[in-house]
């Protein structure tokens, strides 16, 4: 359904045909709009023209990085065989298929056939610098942006480009990629590898939280802006400039450009494609190029407005006296900009970006644009800053990044939002229609991974995390629809590693704890990251991080980080380069130091070059007696390697727990489970872990035999220890307690079942207990015997 020109609802499908392709028509090439701006020196906008120079003399003033030129050999060589079939082979197998219905799996296997062929086509392309038209035609498909979209801007557009189309590009942008992180500012977050969506969440979160501070004297705004069709509206001619302002070998922008000016796309609109359309600007989403072409762009908004900060024409925001400026975050087209009051550095952010705006393509879309003010501010510059900068004030409950950043009780805010989330991927999951197997692998693939985000930036309450496992307990025993209901087994013990018993789900609080720790670990290895420097200079500016201590009025988000600090401690230790980052007695830097001994405020300031001779190469003992004791001075007296002037290395953090000395969130859970793991391993331990190299197994038998051995299986003896009233006798011969023996083994219709059964066992051997008896079985029978029995069972 969707509204026609009158706005009435209509289902006729020549109707939503010729609204669809309207629409985009005038979205990819809209009418009387060229993508060269010579043409506007042809019809005489000498003010556009004018307002292109200013920005391009400010990006221009900015000294920022570029791409090396003698780089540009090695990222336009001719690829080779190889290079081409690997590239191929990191293309998701069934991924999204081009317009023809064919998948990268096709081509990976038959690559013998069509090997050689598509290696020359690409080479001729590296010589041609032309893509081939066959390649170039696309189909858009639509995705629902809501739930009952009426509109086709409801709909985002997702390019099917043909196999070998994604190919080349997925090949230019493995050739870039290396050489983004080197010149995208550290305000664009994403794309990046090493970046992350939630050091932008951070930075927006403590922004705020400074803002409502009555401390916080600068009367302030922090602008989220909505880029309106970012990637629809990029004009091309701007985005080649960008591309050759950050030397992007030409080769590749006249590869980029080429298919860009010619290719053509279809709608389509239920399953059928309609109305060719040639852009004229715009980028295709899911080209694996388009996500670096799209940040290059922005880049230049970057240096825009960071030398238009270095000269004075606006001038920011610092959160604290000895961090650093901040005017503007990055992350994809959503954007975030800081700055003051003032009538002037206002008209200038409002100015910078309407001219970067004609001149891009990218405009704020003013609808969907959201304004918070420092405490600072009275009524006269919010009207101020709303009037000029065309937003909104936000109410309550707005989101960044999908995240709420604007309650006093965010946690709680997202805890809630979190929580509804998962009650409505539930309330569409039929759990007595799954086997609970299937039930395991939905908990794990889809509902552990709903609070990751959320975990990242913030710990829930232990409150919220007992009713998402409560939840998750429900589903997984299949008693959704009933508020009591009896657990065969502890959540605690599902969640315990398969090593332990257990069937592996995530620890939610642990899990909360290993991802925060990250941020611990960011903190103390002094990356540099803003955010990182921001909470340095805002919460321990005259000390170092390993001495800060949490008060009363700092944010929720660094109380979480000092709680966990002390975690971190006694887990991580520097490797010595030069010494010139390491303070000899507050950090740990050998084996016997003890940051529980008090030392003088002098003696914490020592830097362990400073306790070095550096012209002897030997270690200045006098300045060691000062602040160490007889054995640790000693110890360090023996220590190798010493520190060097010319150091090959620089002194290195690591974290004790992981092999290759990084921390990473897996390692950090595995150490906190070790913390809580039992030293005693059961016999039932034993067996689940024997079970686990049984052949031929499917998991739901696998999952019954778990439950057989964990007393997960509501036998009636099982339920008679829980409600007395409950009768332990079993129904089918009355003899005898229904145990799980009994009622697999020795009752007479399950020993009829065994007798008819190919497997020949005999029960009268078996022991008494399930354990014991399930490892007799192992042990008797044969491979293919083993088979049949689980299944028998």
Request: hydrophobic share 40%; aromatic share 10%; with cysteine.
């Amino acid at each position: 359904m969707v509204r026609d020109d009158d706005g009435l609802l209509t289902g006729k499908d020549n109707i939503i045909r010729k609204q669809f392709v309207q629409y985009f028509k005038q979205l990819y090439s809209p009418t009387g709009q060229t993508d060269q701006q010579e043409d506007m020196l042809e019809e005489g906008d000498s003010e556009a023209v004018t307002e292109e120079e200013e920005l391009w003399q400010i990006i221009n003033r900015h000294q920022g990085a570029k791409i090396q030129t003698d780089m540009h050999a090695s990222i336009t060589r001719m690829p080779d065989f190889h290079e081409i079939k690997q590239t191929l082979f990191q293309m998701g197998p069934d991924k999204c298929p081009g317009p023809d219905g064919i998948t990268a799996r096709f081509y990976q296997q038959n690559w013998q056939v069509f090997g050689e062929e598509m290696v020359q086509q690409i080479r001729k392309i590296f010589v041609e610098e032309v893509v081939p038209e066959d390649w170039l035609q696309c189909a858009v498909a639509l995705i629902p942006k809501i739930d009952e979209p009426e509109k086709p801007s409801e709909y985002r557009p997702i390019s099917i480009g043909n196999v070998a189309y994604r190919l080349l590009m997925k090949l230019v942008a493995n050739r870039l990629r290396p050489q983004m992180r080197k010149v995208i500012a550290n305000q664009l977050n994403a794309f990046i590898k090493g970046r992350s969506i939630t050091d932008n969440v951070i930075m927006v979160k403590e922004a705020l939280h400074s803002f409502n501070k009555k401390t916080f004297k600068q009367k302030s705004f922090l602008l989220k802006a909505d880029v309106s069709k970012a990637f629809d509206k990029l004009n091309w001619h701007f985005l080649a400039k960008a591309m050759r302002h950050l030397n992007v070998p030409a080769k590749f922008i006249s590869i980029m450009m080429s298919s860009y000016q010619r290719a053509q796309v279809s709608i389509n609109i239920n399953g059928r494609g309609d109305g060719f359309i040639t852009p004229t600007r715009g980028l295709r989403q899911g080209c694996p190029m388009s996500p670096y072409a799209f940040i290059m762009a922005m880049e230049l908004m970057s240096r825009m407005l960071d030398q238009a900060e270095k000269e004075g024409i606006i001038k920011g925001v610092k959160l604290a006296h000895s961090g650093p400026t901040i005017t503007h975050l990055l992350y994809a087209d959503d954007l975030v900009l800081m700055g003051n009051t003032s009538r002037n550095e206002l008209e200038n952010f409002s100015g910078l970006l309407r001219k970067f705006g004609k001149v891009s393509g990218l405009l704020m879309n003013p609808e969907k644009s959201k304004l918070w003010m420092a405490k600072a501010c009275g009524q006269q510059d919010m009207d101020r800053t709303v009037q000029i900068m065309q937003a909104g004030m936000a109410e309550g409950g707005e989101k960044y990044l999908g995240i709420m950043v604007d309650s006093n009780r965010t946690s709680v805010a997202n805890a809630k939002m979190l929580m509804d989330k998962m009650n409505s991927k539930l309330a569409g999951w039929k759990s007595h229609m799954l086997s609970h197997a299937g039930r395991l692998v939905l908990i794990k693939s889809v509902l552990m991974s709903l609070p990751v985000y959320y975990m990242s930036v913030e710990c829930l309450p232990k409150g919220i995390i007992k009713r998402m496992n409560s939840l998750m307990a429900k589903f997984f025993w299949g008693k959704m629809e009933k508020n009591r209901y009896l657990a065969p087994v502890a959540w605690k013990k599902v969640c315990r590693p398969y090593e332990e018993g257990g069937l592996g789900v995530k620890d939610l609080q642990m899990f909360g704890e290993a991802l925060f720790m990250k941020l611990v670990w960011e903190m103390m290895g002094g990356s540099d990251k803003m955010w990182v420097k921001v909470c340095r200079a805002k919460y321990c500016p005259q000390i170092d991080f390993w001495d800060a201590k949490p008060y009363s009025s700092s944010s929720a988000m660094w109380r979480n980080i000092m709680n966990l600090k002390g975690e971190f401690k006694s887990n991580v230790r520097w490797i010595i380069g030069d010494g010139s980052k390491i303070k000899a007695v507050a950090q740990p830097w050998f084996n016997d130091w003890d940051i529980s001994e008090q030392r003088t405020m002098a003696a914490r300031k020592k830097m362990v070059a400073d306790m070095f001779d550096f012209d002897t190469g030997q270690w200045r003992e006098d300045a060691l007696n000062e602040v160490f004791n007889s054995v640790q001075v000693q110890n360090i007296m023996q220590m190798h390697p010493k520190p060097a002037r010319q150091a090959v290395c620089p002194d290195r953090l690591i974290w004790m727990q992981s092999k290759s000395g990084k921390y990473s969130v897996r390692e950090g859970y595995q150490y906190l489970l070790q913390q809580t793991r039992e030293n005693t391993i059961d016999a039932r331990v034993n067996m689940w872990q024997k079970l686990q190299k049984w052949k031929g197994i499917v998991p739901k038998v696998k999952l019954f035999l778990w439950r057989l051995i964990s007393g997960g299986l509501m036998l009636a003896q099982n339920v008679h220890r829980r409600i007395n009233r409950i009768s332990p006798m079993c129904q089918r011969c009355n003899a005898e307690n229904e145990y799980e023996m009994h009622c697999f083994f020795f009752c007479q219709g399950s020993r009829a079942v065994w007798f008819g059964s190919r497997v020949g066992l005999r029960t009268q051997d078996l022991p008494l207990n399930i354990v014991e008896a399930l490892q007799y079985c192992s042990t008797v029978l044969k491979e293919n015997d083993i088979q049949e029995f689980s299944y028998t069972l």
